[in-house]
């Protein structure tokens, strides 16, 4: 069964250029109308920064066999069921012939206030995915095989998120991996262990400095968190489901 990856790398870099581009643009929107959010947010409450990621995964489910699918990412019809929770909203879902075949997450954090966004991220990405499976578990979506369920980060690439973070605990232990480990060495290490423990299918966390507005460019921080193992990995489920439809 073979794949297609769509040239993924350089709608990638087309993806981080619109995410710089689009915050940019929305920054300049609000100074012009004289309605400027405080720091960071005056770019990023608009949304739709991560648009050019989404629309890359629906050409990769599109170019893997489930063209006929149902690929949802408006507000109306991304909500899933839970378990501690009614429901919850996600970014992006397929579902083919009643099944839910993928559930996926696009993140993103900027400078300057790394620590606080990390914890809520790392929050937040852990009960999604928990959520979700005890909820598949007690039959929520039926009798079907495992959905593909992804998280895909983008960090700014800076020397705030680069720099060494000491981490204090005073009554026991922290991880020795996570001393001295920086905001993007966190991440990595997030995505890793959110794979491991089998919350995620595949959680990918790539880098990209603000001149990307320019040229695209990220860095991927290990090849088990890279993009490439996320698209590589929904591309070959995505193929596997269409093989059975």
């Known amino acids: 069964m073979s794949i297609d990856l769509i040239n993924y790398e350089l709608k990638a870099r087309e993806a981080v250029q619109a995410f710089w581009g689009n915050r940019e643009k929305a920054r300049q929107k609000q100074i012009e109308s004289g309605n400027v959010d405080q720091g960071e947010r005056a770019s990023v409450t608009a949304g739709k920064n991560m648009d050019g990621f989404i629309a890359l995964v629906i050409d990769l489910v599109r170019a893997n066999g489930l063209g006929h699918a149902a690929i949802h990412r408006d507000r109306a019809l991304v909500t899933l069921p839970g378990y501690f929770r009614p429901t919850k909203l996600w970014d992006l879902l397929v579902i083919n012939e009643g099944r839910l075949i993928a559930a996926i997450e696009f993140k993103s954090q900027v400078g300057p206030s790394f620590g606080n966004n990390f914890n809520n991220r790392t929050e937040e990405a852990i009960g999604t995915a928990h959520d979700l499976w005890v909820a598949y578990r007690e039959g929520a979506f039926g009798k079907q095989p495992r959905p593909f369920v992804g998280w895909l ?72 968190t890279g993009l490439k193992t996320f698209i590589t990995e929904l591309a070959g489920h995505i193929a596997a489901e269409a093989a059975r439809s």
């Open 153 to 224: 980060m983008m960090v700014e690439d800076a020397p705030e998120s680069r720099q060494p973070v000491t981490s204090r605990s005073p009554h026991f232990n922290v991880f020795p991996e996570f001393q001295g480990a920086s905001y993007l060495q966190r991440y990595n290490l997030l995505c890793q262990r959110l794979m491991q423990e089998q919350l995620y299918s595949v959680a990918s966390v790539i880098a990209s400095p603000r001149t990307a507005a320019a040229d695209g460019a990220y860095q991927e921080l290990s090849p088990m």
